[in-house]
């Protein structure tokens, strides 16, 4: 291995790359801006939560109950109890935010880095490497402990964060290797989806899950009846999540399965649209030059035109893609870090210093930084070196394991899982959960750090060869 981890550039397979994967420049260049906000989210947290004059008001504020009642019926309501703020962020906004991933992992297996097997196999194999190695130097730290139910703690891969260091970097990273580390976090996505749907329901209540299948069974029959509409799946999309809030099946659940049945094809094709898009600007052309030069209100005829093609535009964007891309602001804008704002609070004021780096914080700390470093590193060498996947595209060894190192920024998702684990409620499990979370941030902050490091040291002076110009 250590003959491999030379500046040996892998060949160049992706010639036109910029062009093609216009698309993909675009998903991490938001996930990049929205790790920005991300980061600034958990610093302000961690920075109200430790002022003693307001911090009670900080945690106060998130036990307020949340309604949105009619009648007797409450729809942010669990087994007949109404939801606190944190709990509507952690199970309500938190499954639209799933819900983007599903849209996202659908797309990724139809159009995207997950369309072409041996084009995916590295960053998958990689993935699992990412999460069997963590979880089991997790498992090993706790073995016989009462926080060894965390093991999934330290699997997941934050997007967000992780293109944030990325981009410090700017142009000198290969896209390649950004497009890499992105379909890795997906695929690291799809493992906590299945860690959450497997170990994260409890208590089922048969006849809701009946009638959410029910639900589901609608939105499907509707994507095979190329139904188009967004409220249609919307509307039905709400009530399964309502439907899996009550059944014990976690709710976040619900998102990905709905986003699931998003439809994929759009009404025209592309050969359609441009037919029509033509026709109207030939029939705008046709109007004298003193009308079009003109700035001002548009006549009967112009915006009857202009219609036809806004009419056009939307039926060629599939509503998969339509709401992925409307999505993108919110989820990474507002949801992700409001969700960072509720939960990385964390009170250290009176926390032993030692304690960071002991017990469960220890754990995920290990887990991350070496766990998601070893194992993304020695699967992506193993799949190389037997030839069942290319190296991307101008990367080298040492750029792959500074890229690895970054795989150790787990944040969201570990936030979502610990506080799943140990959301119980009393004394012990909070104490649980704040050394869990205290753990996490300061793993993922490390690997942060250290993947940058790397990074600046191995990259190259100058603007990778497939770097996005736009």
């Given at each position: 291995?250590?003959?491999?981890?030379?500046?040996?550039?892998?060949?160049?397979?992706?010639?036109?790359?910029?062009?093609?994967?216009?698309?993909?420049?675009?998903?991490?260049?938001?996930?990049?801006?929205?790790?920005?906000?991300?980061?600034?989210?958990?610093?302000?947290?961690?920075?109200?939560?430790?002022?003693?004059a307001i911090n009670s008001y900080y945690f106060d504020f998130w036990q307020q109950e949340v309604r949105l009642?009619?009648?007797?019926?409450?729809?942010?309501?669990?087994?007949?109890?109404?939801?606190?703020?944190?709990g509507f962020i952690n199970d309500a906004l938190m499954a639209i935010f799933f819900f983007s991933i599903g849209l996202e992992i659908k797309r990724?297996?139809?159009?995207?880095?997950?369309a072409s097997f041996r084009q995916a196999l590295l960053p998958i194999v990689a993935a699992v490497g990412g999460m069997v190695v963590p979880v089991a130097i997790f498992m090993w730290m706790s073995a016989g402990t009462d926080y060894a139910g965390g093991a999934a703690i330290p699997m997941a891969t934050d997007i967000a964060f992780s293109l944030g260091v990325l981009a410090m970097l700017g142009k000198r990273v290969p896209l390649s290797l950004k497009i890499f580390l992105?379909?890795?976090?997906?695929?690291?996505?799809?493992?906590?989806?299945?860690?959450?749907?497997?170990?994260?329901?409890?208590?089922?209540?048969?006849?809701?899950?009946?009638?959410?299948?029910?639900?589901?069974?609608?939105?499907?029959?509707?994507?095979?009846?190329?139904?188009?509409?967004?409220?249609?799946?919307?509307?039905?999309?709400?009530?399964?999540?309502?439907?899996?809030?009550?059944?014990?099946?976690?709710?976040?659940?619900?998102?990905?399965?709905?986003?699931?049945?998003?439809?994929?094809?759009?009404?025209?094709?592309?050969?359609?649209?441009?037919?029509?898009?033509?026709?109207?600007?030939?029939?705008?052309?046709?109007?004298?030059?003193?009308?079009?030069?003109?700035?001002?209100?548009?006549?009967?005829?112009?915006?009857?035109?202009?219609?036809?093609?806004?009419?056009?535009?939307?039926?060629?964007?599939?509503?998969?893609?339509?709401?992925?891309?409307?999505?993108?602001?919110?989820?990474?804008?507002?949801?992700?870090?409001?969700?960072?704002?509720?939960?990385?609070?964390?009170?250290?004021?009176?926390?032993?210093?030692?304690s960071a780096v002991e017990g469960i914080s220890l754990a995920i700390i290990c887990g991350l930084i070496i766990g998601k470093f070893a194992g993304i590193l020695a699967f992506s060498w193993l799949t190389v070196k037997f030839k069942w996947a290319p190296m991307p595209a101008h990367a080298n060894w040492h750029m792959m394991a500074a890229v690895a190192m970054l795989g150790g920024i787990g944040f969201t998702v570990s936030l979502f899982i610990a506080t799943l684990t140990f959301g119980g409620g009393d004394a012990h499990q909070i104490d649980l959960l704040n050394h869990a979370k205290l753990g996490i941030v300061l793993g993922s902050l490390l690997s942060g750090i250290l993947g940058f490091i790397c990074l600046h040291a191995v990259l190259p002076h100058t603007a990778a060869p497939d770097t996005d110009d736009d």
């Open positions: 291995m250590n003959e491999n981890l030379q500046n040996q550039p892998a060949p160049d397979s992706t010639a036109g790359f910029p062009a093609i994967f216009y698309a993909a420049r675009q998903a991490i260049r938001r996930h990049a801006s929205g790790g920005n906000v991300l980061i600034a989210a958990t610093v302000l947290a961690l920075v109200v939560a430790n002022i003693p009642q009619v009648g007797d019926f409450n729809v942010f309501s669990h087994s007949g109890h109404a939801m606190n703020l944190l990724e297996i139809l159009v995207g880095e997950l992105t379909t890795l976090a997906v695929v690291d996505d799809i493992g906590g989806i299945i860690v959450i749907a497997a170990f994260y329901s409890t208590d089922i209540e048969l006849y809701m899950l009946v009638y959410g299948l029910v639900g589901l069974g609608l939105l499907m029959l509707g994507s095979v009846m190329s139904i188009q509409s967004k409220i249609f799946y919307l509307g039905i999309g709400g009530v399964v999540w309502f439907l899996f809030l009550n059944s014990g099946i976690h709710p976040t659940i619900a998102g990905v399965l709905v986003a699931f049945c998003i439809p994929a094809k759009p009404v025209f094709n592309p050969r359609k649209y441009i037919k029509m898009i033509r026709s109207a600007v030939g029939k705008l052309r046709n109007e004298d030059d003193e009308t079009l030069n003109a700035r001002t209100i548009l006549s009967k005829e112009q915006l009857n035109y202009l219609k036809q093609i806004e009419h056009a535009s939307d039926k060629v964007i599939s509503p998969l893609q339509e709401l992925e891309d409307s999505l993108h602001p919110i989820v990474n804008y507002l949801i992700v870090p409001l969700f960072a704002f509720a939960n990385a609070g964390i009170f250290l004021l009176d926390t032993d210093p030692l």
